[in-house]
């Protein structure tokens, strides 16, 4: 019954590649998030859907592609895969979209390019 | 820019002691501000979130304050455990666009 679940947990691949990591959650909440955790553990958001519909998008190389399929999955393609991109990526939940909401992470996807 | 900083980076204490995380931020448009605890290769759980209008919140043996004016919240740990070593992040969300915005994190470690 995990709130926000993301697979696969790890990844393993070769520069060039192209990766999908997918995210669901089943807590009704209106707004999912991509956040990336760089080797310095520092979160930065990537990107943010509301009702399916994307809202943020940061300066994020357009290698990577986020799909919201419906509000309850919001999942991450990556094309091209380069050695930077090594990284743990996390999805995250919110109620809302802005103002008040608490946001509920999942247990994050470590991405490794060879 | 909002930044977001957590002093010290790192902190060791014996078991038992009480502590006391910071957080400070620049901006003070924010809607909310949000203690999370993350553990080795785990992801980020949730502790406390204060609202701009509150000024502290509590559960158990954790109190989370705010003073948005002066931009900086603490966070502070009653009797600490070994169970409660891990990083602890604070993180802010913006008026501007409702990102949530992190600092880098206390990494903590109660020794037994």
């Known amino acids: 019954d995990t709130a926000v679940s993301q697979t696969p947990k790890y990844l393993v691949t070769q520069m060039g590649n192209d990766k999908s990591i997918k995210c669901e959650q089943n807590?009704?909440?209106?707004?999912m998030y991509w956040y990336k955790q760089d080797s310095k553990k520092f979160l930065k958001i990537m990107f943010s859907?509301?009702?399916?519909?994307?809202?943020i998008n940061e300066t994020v190389p357009n290698r990577f592609s986020p799909k919201s399929p419906d509000k309850a999955h919001l999942n991450l393609h990556i094309n091209s895969l380069e050695l930077g991109d090594s990284a743990v990526y996390f999805c995250?939940?919110?109620?809302?979209?802005?103002?008040?909401?608490?946001?509920?992470f999942g247990e994050g996807s470590r991405l490794t390019v060879l | 820019k909002q930044e977001v900083t957590q002093i010290p980076a790192a902190l060791s204490v014996p078991e038992g002691e009480n502590l006391v995380l910071n957080c400070s931020f620049t901006?003070?448009?924010?809607?909310?501000l949000q203690w999370f605890r993350q553990d080795p290769g785990k992801g980020l759980t949730s502790l406390l979130l204060?609202?701009?209008?509150?000024r502290e919140q509590t559960s158990g043996r954790l109190n989370a304050s705010l003073d948005k004016s002066s931009g900086r919240s603490t966070l502070y740990i009653a009797a600490s455990q070994p169970g409660d070593s891990a990083t602890y992040l604070c993180?802010?969300?913006?008026?501007?666009?409702?990102?949530?915005?992190f600092g880098q994190g206390t990494e903590l470690s109660v020794k037994p």
């Open positions: 995250a939940s919110s109620p809302v979209w802005g103002e008040t909401g608490e946001l509920f």
């Open positions: 807590l009704g909440h209106d707004t």
């Open positions: 859907y509301n009702n399916k519909e994307l809202i």
């Open positions: 901006d003070s448009a924010i809607y909310n």
């Open positions: 204060i609202q701009s209008s509150q």
């Open positions: 993180a802010v969300k913006n008026f501007q666009g409702g990102k949530l915005i």
